[in-house]
């Protein structure tokens, strides 16, 4: 299956049903209760309900290198009796769809090998993803393997490069799957009185792991650009110093060019000015829309 066809077919299932990555919503409620959920997993539930369409989130780097290590595993399993991209159904609720979309499956041993392409280690991974992989032992699975593969994004995008693949075999957690059967019976009990309100004011608790960790590493980035912004205004001034004391019109190496700009006066209209001075201009006939892209803005503390 292509892989848009196949990111196609997960978004459509996701209306009526809930996959391997929403277990951790239901071992939130069976440990917390359904009154604790996050804002996105009230999100997903409404999604799941057909209140609210799920938006197809644009392919980035990190999600594009995940495809391209699935293509690097499914060199090392294809003689091995796997299949790519099997979907995985267990009817465990009569008001939803209960499934998971495996990487790879051996349906005659029942394995499922998850592959995720990853900066951490294993054992990081291994614990963002653990409500998942247990997921699969309670659709069936006797056996779910980890390959955590590791390397730099651009390497495995240009050339298929990865850096290490670590492995693990993951034990079968009856005391975890006891849990997600049992937030399963709490939201099927609930399912047709449930009143969703998401709301559009977050905190970060409510975001998914990986989506904390992004939103969390983006505002330290923006940070460290702060900080180099303020250093690199401090030089600019010296530099543009220089450049007057010596008389410097331009300064050219193999990596940079640097021109001295002058001191000049520059020239706009002042349209409040003219508004008030000319009432008989109708302005409204020379107004110019366009179209503004949607952005966030940011606010550091």
Not at 22 to 39: C, E, H, P, Q
Not at 56 to 78: H, N, Q, R, W
Not at 81 to 90: D, I, M, S
Not at 104 to 125: H, L, P, R, S
Request: net charge negative.
């Amino acid at each position: 299956m292509k892989k848009q066809e196949h990111k196609q077919k997960i978004l459509k299932s996701r209306i009526g049903g809930f996959g391997g990555s929403d277990a951790r919503l239901f071992y939130t409620i069976a440990s917390k209760g359904v009154n604790k959920l996050s804002a996105t997993d009230l999100f997903r539930i409404s999604v799941a309900k057909g209140e609210r369409k799920l938006k197809s989130i644009p392919e980035t780097p990190a999600m594009a290198a995940g495809y391209a290590f699935e293509d690097c595993v499914e060199k090392l399993l294809k003689k091995k009796g796997f299949e790519r991209e099997v979907e995985l159904k267990l009817r465990l609720s009569d008001k939803f769809d209960t499934f998971a979309h495996a990487d790879f499956y051996n349906a005659e041993t029942k394995t499922v090998v998850e592959c995720k392409f990853t900066q951490g280690n294993i054992d990081k991974t291994y614990n963002t993803y653990y409500a998942q992989l247990q997921w699969y032992y309670m659709l069936g699975a006797e056996r779910v393997m980890l390959y955590n593969g590791h390397g730099d994004v651009n390497d495995i995008l240009t050339t298929g490069d990865v850096e290490n693949i670590e492995i693990e075999n993951i034990e079968r957690d009856e005391s975890f799957i006891d849990s997600l059967h049992t937030g399963i019976i709490l939201l099927t009990s609930v399912w047709d009185d449930l009143k969703i309100d998401v709301g559009e004011e977050w905190t970060i608790s409510d975001l998914l792991a990986f989506d904390a960790d992004n939103v969390n590493l983006f505002t330290d980035k923006l940070r460290e650009i702060e900080r180099l912004e303020a250093d690199a205004k401090e030089l600019r001034e010296q530099i543009k110093n220089l450049f007057e004391i010596y008389n410097i019109k331009s300064l050219k190496s193999d990596n940079y060019l640097i021109t001295y700009v002058g001191e000049s006066v520059r020239e706009t209209l002042d349209v409040d000015k003219l508004k008030k001075e000319h009432k008989e201009i109708d302005f409204s006939l020379y107004k110019k829309q366009s179209k503004v892209k949607s952005s966030i803005r940011i606010k550091l503390y």
